[in-house]
């Protein structure tokens, strides 16, 4: 069993920067994959980011690409998603997730989340 725990949300201004972290609690370098999704007010949840268990394949959705970064730390079991020139559109609830085939499409443990809000 996997426990994901997110961190780093909170309110921000139109153009400023969060980074959020998601802390495992086994060992994130044993071959997981690591997502990143959020959900917005009335939507569905949606793929942000996502990062291979080595570090050394990354993708992003388009309309976060060029302003998020994924990256992870398996020696501390955390992976990171630095959010730059931050949108009004880019609130929600951000949640990291972990894939056990690090082939990014199979998400088998979720954490609770941490919200996002951004001001315009």
């Known amino acids: 069993q996997v426990q994901l725990v997110e961190s780093g949300g909170g309110l921000v201004q139109a153009g400023g920067s969060l980074r959020l972290s998601c802390a495992a609690s086994?060992?994130?370098?044993?071959?997981?994959?690591m997502g990143w999704f959020r959900q917005a007010p009335g939507k569905e949840r949606e793929f942000v980011a996502a990062?291979?268990?080595?570090?050394?394949?990354?993708s992003y959705a388009g309309s976060v690409k060029g302003r998020f970064t994924i990256s992870r730390d398996n020696a501390k079991n955390t992976v990171y998603l630095q959010m730059n020139s931050l949108k009004p559109e880019d609130t929600g609830v951000y949640y990291c997730?972990?894939?056990?085939?690090?082939?990014?499409?199979?998400?088998?443990?979720w954490g609770q989340g941490t919200q996002v809000t951004v001001s315009s």
């Open positions: 086994v060992r994130t370098s044993s071959s997981y994959g």
């Open positions: 997730a972990a894939d056990p085939t690090n082939r990014g499409n199979r998400y088998d443990y």
């Open positions: 990062i291979s268990w080595s570090g050394r394949s990354t």
